[in-house]
């Protein structure tokens, strides 16, 4: 059978394209195994491994995953416009405490701890309609 690549993956997200295609009914095929060395997570985010299908499935398979891809898309569009309001507030509420501790000689004693704090206020204000 002939095999065409339509596709290279993160091995993180392999078996992700391989169900989406199959529940498409086409019949896709993994060319190479993720290395052992995989589990290094440097590794992982720049190996990528060749999805195949056969040639006649070839250009329906592309139009699938090129669907799937727009859709994911507009969902990580979506999320990050939606965190972008509390990323700003709790990145201007942290950098007037940091004003503040500046002007009381204290900054430096305190800085993991306004790290700490833009974490928690970012975490508090990205779920407060969930509070």
């Known amino acids: 059978m002939d095999m065409v690549v339509i596709y290279k993956a993160n091995p993180d997200s392999v078996q992700q394209v391989l169900g989406y295609l199959r529940k498409e009914g086409f019949n896709p095929d993994v060319f190479e195994n993720p290395s052992p060395i995989s589990f290094h997570w440097a590794v992982r985010r720049t190996q990528r491994i060749s999805i195949a299908v056969p040639r006649e499935e070839a250009p329906g398979a592309v139009s699938v995953l090129r669907k799937w891809e727009e859709v994911n898309e507009t969902e990580v569009r979506e999320l990050t416009k939606s965190l972008s309001i509390p990323f700003l507030y709790a990145t201007i509420i942290t950098a007037v405490f940091a004003l503040v501790l500046m002007f009381l ?7 993991a701890l306004l790290f700490l704090a833009w974490i928690v206020l970012f975490a508090v204000i990205a779920n407060a309609d969930k509070l």
């Open 105 to 111: 000689g204290v900054l430096s004693d305190a800085g």
